[in-house]
Structure formats: C-alpha cells, structure tokens
C-alpha cells in the first residue's frame, strides 16, 4: 500500500489538518549557533524551583497513580482561590477542570459544543491552533478579520456579528490577543455577551494572556460582567504566567452542570493529569503571585526596547501591545512573510513567525515573542536594525 492510499483511508478533517507555519520556521532554524528564538509563544526562564520542587517532593512521595478526571481537590480549591485574589469576589471550586495544558482545555469546550457542520466565529489574526481544533472536530471555523490602522488592531463588532448564521455555535473571543496583543474593553465585552445572550451562543474566552497587561493588573474579563446562567467557557493554562509551558498542565473553568460531562471528556482523551504535575501548579498558584508581576515586568521592559529600535527605522508598521507578550509588525516592502522568515534566519540570525500562519488577516506581517531578558531584545533588535537598513 502507498502513502498516498493510507491518507485516502483516513477522515477529512484528520488528514487535512494544516501544518503549522510557525513550526517550520522553528524546525529551519533549530539549533542554529547564536540564533535569538522569538518564534514560539513561551519565555527564556525555566520553571522556578519552589514549583519544580513541589513537584518532585510528590513524585518521590509516590503520587503516579491514576487520579481525579475532573484534577485534584487540592488543584481545583487553588485554582478558586487563585480566581478569588484575581478578580476579587468568590469562586466556586466546581466551576474549575483540569486539563492537559490549554490545547486540551480548547479541544474538551469545543467538544461539547461544536461538531459537524456547525460554526465558529473566530476573530484574526489568531493562534493557528484555535482554527486547526474547530476544524479537526468537523466544524467550520469563520474568520472576521480585524482591521489594522491608526488605532492599531481593532474588531468590528458588527462585522463579527453579522457573520453569525444559523449554524454558528460559540464565538471565541482570545484577549489579550495572541499575535496582536489587541485587548478588548469592557465595554466590548459587554456587547459581545449581549449579543451572544440574545442570539443562545456559547462563548469560548481565551484569556491566557490576563495577568500580561501593561495598562493594569490584568485585562478586562468576561468573569467582570457574566452572570452564572451565561453560556461562557473559560480556557487556560499553567504554561504563561509560571513558565510551566512544557508541563502541559491547563484548566477549563464551565458552569458546575457540565462537570460530569467535562469529566467523561477528560476521562475518553487523556485520563487525568498526573497528580505529581498537579502538586507543582497548586504551589504555582498559590505562592507564584511575586513571580507573575517579575515575568510581566520583563515583558514590558523588553517591549519598550523593541518597539522603539522597530519604530525607529520608518520601515516597520505595528500597534504598540496593549497585552500579551508579541509584537505583530510588518516590514515595508516584504508580503511574502513566509519566505522573509526564513531569510531572517540565515541573514539576522533571528527567529520569528510568519504572519500568515495566523489566518488571512495576519497575511504580510511577522509576530516576535519578547517575553526574554533584555539583553536579548537588545541584541534581536540590533540585528533586525541592521537587517531593516541593508
């Protein structure tokens, strides 16, 4: 039998699955002698050790047995007090679901509520991986493209809304945005809950990206405007905030109705979250506070110094962050971002994404992680510089 005949035989959805073009210009450069890596969305900082240490302490204390499909009672009390502080009233500990990472957490929302031939509405540029999920299911995932001008990045609510037809199910709203960094307001966030209220739409909020805001302590949120009855699922996950990225712990936070629905899911696809893993993110949430606001810190010092080297050279168009840790910049003269990202690879020994690979809207733009010590930012910035002046 050939390749060709085994991919016949496969399902639709599986064997169109699209490759990710962020990971190919990752595996390009991969291992390259004094390659800056801004391609992918994680830090330079391990995992600290009192996270690391809780877990081994559980490890060697014996905790490798199957465990709580919903997560442990310990992780789901610390993840409402971690809730609690953030938004400042309580949480109920049922409300919260442990996942393997986010990705798992994005898969189990859309399971319960998006399948054949319905659709998704999902504002881009956006993480690949929001699309490639939707789709594997078997829906269909419904680009609004935000526009880009003078006030940087910005979603036409009527646009999203009257893209909404009668097979649309959820629509998934990611702020602070992953490229963009476009954060939406509360005022935002109330019309999108009021149109998703009077039209019975779920909301899928990917709200990773939170405690990565530079105009406060964290960024509106659905939890500041819903009510209990709404239909919202929130998705997140260990791996930003505690630089906990290949630890792939995450969370689904749903009305408690849903628990034992969620807790089948959970028990059908990976069957629990191994319980000393869990140990390390209860300890992350509730001692890890002091190292969020270090993390957020760099970030903004090192979006200072890019933006400004970038801004610099009149060849660069971007929208200052609001969050998150990107910047989502195009380059005067070069549409084709795919190829330019691997030039930048052999000639600035830099690594960054192409922004096609985040829908049609991010088509001629790159996105750049910053989240890195300064040191680093200055040299990526000094080489794109001279880059940008050849």
Not at 38 to 62: H, M, R
Not at 321 to 336: K, M
Request: proline residues 5%.
């Amino acid at each position: 039998m050939t390749s060709l005949s085994f991919l016949s035989t496969l399902r639709p959805e599986a064997r169109e699955a699209p490759e990710s073009g962020i990971v190919e210009v990752f595996n390009y450069g991969r291992g390259r002698q004094g390659l800056i890596p801004l391609w992918v969305g994680e830090g330079d900082l391990s995992t600290p050790s009192f996270i690391s240490e809780a877990a081994s302490a559980a490890l060697a204390a014996g905790e490798t047995f199957y465990t709580w499909q919903r997560g442990i009672p310990d992780l789901r009390a610390a993840l409402a007090r971690y809730h609690e502080r953030t938004f400042g009233r309580p949480f109920d500990v049922e409300r919260f679901y442990v996942t393997i990472g986010g990705m798992h957490a994005i898969q189990t929302a859309l399971r319960m509520i998006a399948g054949t031939g319905d659709e998704v509405i999902v504002p881009t540029p956006a993480w690949p991986n929001f699309a490639a999920a939707i789709e594997v299911g078997g829906a269909r995932t419904v680009e609004v493209p935000m526009g880009f001008g003078n006030r940087g990045w910005v979603l036409d609510l009527d646009r999203m809304f009257e893209a909404v037809t009668p097979r649309t199910r959820a629509l998934f709203i990611n702020s602070p945005s992953n490229p963009t960094g476009w954060t939406a307001t509360r005022d935002e966030l109330v019309a999108i809950l009021a149109f998703a209220r009077q039209n019975g739409l779920w909301i899928i909020a990917d709200e990773v990206y939170s405690r990565f805001f530079y105009e406060g302590i964290r960024a509106p949120s659905f939890y500041d405007i819903a009510e209990p009855e709404d239909r919202i699922l929130y998705v997140n996950t260990m791996s930003k905030n505690w630089a906990m990225t290949g630890w792939r712990v995450g969370w689904l936070s749903a009305p408690p109705e849903l628990g034992q629905v969620i807790e089948n899911l959970v028990q059908y696809s990976s069957s629990g979250v191994p319980q000393f893993l869990q140990r390390g993110a209860v300890t992350a949430l509730d001692e890890g506070d002091d190292f969020i606001a270090l993390q957020r810190g760099r970030a903004e010092a090192s979006r200072a110094v890019i933006c400004d080297a970038l801004a610099a050279t009149g060849r660069v168009r971007f929208a200052r962050p609001a969050g998150a840790f990107y910047l989502f910049f195009s380059v005067d003269g070069e549409p084709d971002t795919r190829r330019l990202g691997l030039r930048l690879v052999d000639e600035a020994n830099v690594g960054v994404a192409p922004g096609d690979a985040f829908g049609a809207a991010g088509k001629g733009f790159l996105r750049l992680c910053y989240l890195r010590k300064r040191e680093d930012i200055e040299v990526a910035a000094e080489r794109l510089v001279a880059w940008l002046k050849r």
